[in-house]
């Protein structure tokens, strides 16, 4: 397989470079310079924004975890204290 230079082929410029390449050759090239593109990259400005979003996110699913849970402790004790409160009035000890 072979890649055609457009601009020559189609003479749109002047250009003194050849006209056919390997394509093997070509392939290579670009994947070398996609490599060390990927490579120098820490991270995509989207990618960020979405970290930042999911954090918040985060926070704010922890925090009401944390509140339910706290309402659930509390719902228990007064529940304790209430079948402790029928007890006693079933004996009669109120």
């Known amino acids: 397989m072979k890649y055609r230079c457009y601009h020559k082929t189609n003479k ?3 250009c ?6 390997q394509a093997s ?3 290579e090239v670009i994947t070398e ?5 990927f490579a120098n990259m820490k991270g995509a400005p989207e990618e960020e ?5 999911m954090q918040k996110k985060k926070r704010v699913y922890q ?3 944390k509140k339910a849970s706290f309402n659930i402790e509390k ?3 007064q529940l304790e204290v209430l079948q402790l409160e029928i007890g006693k009035t079933l004996l009669g000890d109120r």
């Open 16 to 21: 003194d470079g050849q006209t056919n390449y």
């Open 63 to 65: 925090a009401t975890a």
């Open 49 to 53: 924004k979405f970290k930042v979003i």
């Open 33 to 37: 310079i996609m490599h060390q593109i």
């Open 12 to 14: 749109l410029c002047e």
């Open 75 to 77: 719902n228990k004790r």
């Open 25 to 27: 050759k070509v392939d």
